[in-house]
């Protein structure tokens, strides 16, 4: 697909209506014997309002490296960057009112999030507080979106989520209690994008077939100084559910847009255009074993030496249920930065920032590489009493190995690599509330 333009057309209709009964409510009064009491009017109920939840998660752990990097980076992580050293995750605190996922008519529903911690470093909405604090443990906005099931067009309706929401693409996500491993993939951190600001549905042809369509200012944008390109872009795919007697599921998206700040695509920040591809096939072998495959495709039309730069791997998960409470997990990945465009590690605790709006940081890649990781990990969720909600511990081991000729692993402080290989091992615990 190679677009060059884009317009968009949103519309959000909204109805409401409301009974008022206070001229019925006084007739019957006035028939009633002298003594009675007149029923109470009935008080208005305000559905948005009704099952409001309220969670805190919290998350910490370390990733160790065999190596012991000079500059201390395991290199292809984002959030467990750090080599041996321990790390405050996560502080995520949510509240929501879930839309029915069984609603016919019209249902409606919000969630706010915020998150303080060492991850929220690569995931700011720019241009909302993103750099007030520059420590390694940063605070922002997740999500803040309002949802509503509207019951148009196909009996199945559509699903609407409008504001500022993570994305929806890819098998991991940052939530760590529905992602399978403490560390990420390479098509996690490079692959797809991270949160948006605008609007996406989900349209329930039937049974089967959902639409997606969306648009919004771009990967981590918001409006105005918040977008360096002042650009839209938006999302186009489609789900199918239930396949091969209800086992297989798959969600492919696309998002595209431009994505470059003027100040390192100045002639072409406007027009230069990046695809995140993203196909997601999962597959349930019986009610123990679970098999996932991945596919990613990511390209640019800028590329400094001309021609645009890509991206593209494959992940394979799999994931045996042991016994209720523990689950092995298996993940094997290829994934092939073609111009070394796109895997980048970021020393500085404002670097990932930096990069998105243009800005001067201490990045750094290893140039075109083919990157290979084998992750093996357990998920130990134990029963837990109130008001405990959730306990997880997730150990793993990882090994990576570049397929091509370079060595970009077991950096020194100058940030060169020294090795093809690289051996993580690590942990984390989660605690929800």
């Avoid at 911690?117 to 241009?127: A, L, M, T, V, Y």
Wanted: with cysteine; aromatic share 12%.
């Amino acid at each position: 697909m190679n677009i060059r333009r884009q317009s968009k057309t949103i519309f959000l209709s909204c109805s409401a209506a409301l009974a008022i009964a206070a001229a019925i409510q006084g007739a019957y009064a006035a028939d009633l014997p002298s003594n009675a009491v007149a029923p109470a009017a009935p008080v208005p109920s305000f559905a948005l309002f009704d099952g409001v939840e309220y969670h805190a998660q919290f998350e910490g752990g370390i990733m160790g490296n065999s190596a012991n990097p000079g500059d201390s980076e395991n290199i292809g992580h984002l959030y467990t960057d750090r080599a041996n050293e321990p790390q405050i995750n996560q502080a995520l605190l949510t509240i929501t009112k879930a839309v029915d996922p069984k609603a016919t008519g019209y249902a409606f529903g919000f969630t706010g999030q915020a998150l303080f911690g060492s991850d929220e470093r690569f995931n700011h909405f720019i241009g909302f507080a993103d750099s007030n604090i520059t420590g390694r443990e940063q605070f922002g906005v997740v999500q803040a979106f309002l949802a509503a099931h509207l019951p148009w067009m196909f009996a199945g309706g559509v699903d609407v989520k409008a504001g500022l929401f993570t994305s929806p693409q890819g098998v991991e996500t940052l939530d760590p209690s529905t992602s399978p491993f403490y560390s990420h993939s390479y098509i996690y951190n490079y692959g797809v994008t991270f949160n948006h600001t605008g609007i996406i549905t989900t349209t329930h042809v039937n049974s089967t077939l959902d639409i997606w369509l969306g648009v919004d200012t771009g990967n981590q944008t918001t409006f105005g100084a918040g977008d360096p390109n002042g650009e839209p872009a938006g999302f186009v795919g489609f789900g199918l559910n239930g396949l091969l007697d209800g086992k297989l599921t798959v969600l492919a998206l696309s998002h595209i847009g431009p994505e470059q700040s003027p100040l390192v695509d100045p002639l072409g920040y406007k027009s230069d255009l990046r695809f995140y591809n993203d196909a997601d096939f999962t597959y349930k072998i019986n009610d123990d074993w679970t098999w996932t495959t991945e596919l990613d495709y990511i390209h640019d039309d800028f590329g400094l030496a001309g021609g645009g730069a890509s991206g593209y791997g494959a992940t394979e998960y799999l994931g045996y249920a042991v016994t209720k409470t523990l689950t092995l997990n298996l993940r094997g990945e290829v994934f092939r930065d073609a111009q070394g465009a796109f895997v980048f590690n970021y020393p500085g605790n404002l670097d990932a920032v930096n990069a998105v709006k243009g800005l001067p940081n201490t990045s750094f890649n290893a140039g075109p590489t083919t990157y290979s990781e084998f992750t093996l990990g357990l998920t130990y969720k134990p029963d837990v009493p109130k008001p405990l909600a959730l306990l997880s511990i997730r150990p793993e081991v990882r090994y990576d190995r570049a397929l091509s000729g370079n060595t970009p692993y077991d950096a020194t402080a100058g940030n060169i690599g020294r090795t093809k290989d690289q051996f993580t091992f690590g942990a984390d615990v989660i605690l929800g509330f």
